[in-house]
């Protein structure tokens, strides 16, 4: 085996991967338990050569892959991993450097920390916060809520019906009971009816996972600073959109936040996992991870990202976020975020023109919730069938107890052409389940 | 910007990098800030060709990589990102999986848990045991220390003065107490001085990351038994060297184990971050974590590996392990594991046969501790001027109140010259010190 040789055919397979991935069905047309049994059950003896892993992945794993670099993936959050971020991970791997204190990868560490600033002038968060990265939102948020309990000791995180499950899980895992606030007419937290007695933390979600929808984070501010609440802002999705000035109406109060957290891996094209947690407080995250008490610090002492979030070993995940903003720059992320919001506006438009269909709730980004006037289970099936043809694949949510259909748009290489034939295989599937009804 | 030519040139990096990795000064030989301070203060506004970012790689970067990867990296627990690893994290990041639940990418989500089947097997784990991965041997020990808390609802976590620090962090996360039990003359847990009152869990190290000791896990074992206390065994260091029968002595107890650890990313020659977690009762962890009640679930469910630790995203990271253990075969992990123990003995016995040295604790497998018989501060010296050669990379550690060295063999390129190298600068830094004393 040899490193050059493997290397140029593992580089074609991706190569050739991202030049047909929107040939492959999106979602995986598999069974569970299909793709285990094609492979053997005990390891090998003796070794393979590398060859035997890309047939494998090839002939064995490809049709259990989901494509989450398709164009026509649009589920959940839409990501893209761009190309430059895809190269870093190679980079990263063969540095494989294990930057749990500074001596042990200066490099990782410092450019963790510039390219967090770099991120946070990007998305015009106030100067001086504190950022580091974690794999993702949902640790970002454990180290968020810890900070929060570690800084005023409250029992209770408070969030509305729709923020993320990770806040309710994170609570959990740190013994903390959630106050779920109930919504308003657009599926924002109801800043009229938080009640923060005892509350340790209020996440506040700038784009719900739903429908992106925009808490009421200065109002939410507010309050927090009235009752020494920590302000958690969950911007993982639409934090990204904040690259481009006419978004970011959507991060007003954020500048009051005690952390925000922002997915890169979601919407900054950023190869999963690159979660972005800054926080105004770093002392107080510190005072919750660190074994070594706060006054036994030197000012001297470089500093070691491992203190600010529960793991100790971390990986050099700055490097493929420093890649992306490297070779897209300021305006290359905006395009990006400006086209798949213009293709959810084209999207929008196509649902509210035709008759039987309707947008389900306010679209502030590039997520469109919608359905037809047929029944909850009419528009399930319509969401089975359509992923089934494997040209697309979109989710749904609940909203108001109603079945809503999601598509979201974040890969790079969606057009609109894209979006169309979406479009076209949504009303030719639901014409269909009407003839067949 | 094209892929292919830019990949060409990622991978070029990556392989002359490898070709003259053991060139480097092992440790990084700059000053906090130094990296950053020459990088630009704010990102680019337009985007640049990846070759760039390949530039600064070379120019900025380099000088404060730490080369984990160098074959002299003898520092805290020196490992591997063996090729087929880097390969497969390319493929992973192209693939850009997000395996949250099993049809968001069931390729992954089941290559992992076979991947985990096979590792059980090549370790000689008992069949039937759940295993996932983690990114970090902290999150595993937050995770299996969450479903201990749910098991009994303790409120203790006991383990030896000696467990990894990360023990005790997560002990604090999830609000637990920790007890440290003393050890005995070996630096291993005093099974005798065991008290598990109001324990949740118990945490038995295998290999301890001072001395490699391994704690008494029969007789610890029974003491959980006896009380209902979770047994997690922290092995993430030495539980790679199972692979070889003759070290599977210091296996004996763990599978009694209710949860287990092994780092795939320290010995088993897989890239950051690999962290491999069994349990015996996978119920119990999916009660820690899953927001659906058990009473809800279904046989026909495809098992989604999110509802087995704390992060609701996951990349794909069983292909690099995956890939490791199909290019190298058990055969080919044994050499390696066989080679690293060989040269620790030789090591030793350079220390042992050199006057004014000595061993300091049981060398159980590829980490020896040492020191002069200098004072602290001239050990501690000694360390430091060795580390500046750029020769060489060692750590240390307190044993007994005393200041000591540690050599940790475990990069698949050290070879029986470096480890003679290394053990050359050590004694002629030590002359010199004498000397200038």
Redesign the interface.
Known sequence: ?T??E???A??????R??DRVGDFPV??Q?E?????TR?P??????????A??LRD?DEV?????????SPRFF??FS???A????????????????AFI???????T??E??TL???A??LGLPSGWHGHIE?????ST?AAL?AAREANGGRVVVCSEEAH??V???A????LETRKVPLDGEFRLDSAAVDLTDAAALVATVGTTSTTAVDPVPALADACEAAGVWLHVDAAYAGSAWVCPEFRWSKAGGERADSLVVNA?KWLFT???CSLLWTRRPETLRA??S?VPEYLRTSDE??SLSDYG??????FRSL?L??V????????LQKRIREAVRLAEVFEGLVRAEPGWEVCAPRAFSVVCFRTSGSDAENEELLTRANKTGELFISHTKLDGRYVLRVAIGNERTTEADVRRAWDVLRRTSGRLSKSA
Chains 1, 2 share one sequence.
């Open positions: 085996m490193f050059r493997d290397g140029a593992a580089l074609e397979w991706a190569a991967y991202l979602l995986a598999v569970p338990g299909d793709i285990r492979l059950a005990a390891p090998p003896e003796h070794g393979e050569p590398f035997a892993v992945l794993l490809l049709p259990g892959i989901t494509h989450w670099q589920a959940y990501n893209s991993a190309e430059p971020g895809i190269l870093a991970e190679l980079l990263a791997a063969t540095l494989n450097s294990v500074w001596r042990t990868s200066p490099a990782s410092e450019l920390a510039l600033d770099w991120a002038q990007l794999d993702t939102a949902s640790i454990i810890a499950s990770s309710e899980r994170a959990r895992l740190l013994g891996h190869p999963m996992d919750a991870f074994l470089a500093e529960p793991a100790l070993g971390r990986r493929k420093w890649a903003i490297r070779c897209y720059g300021r305006e290359g």
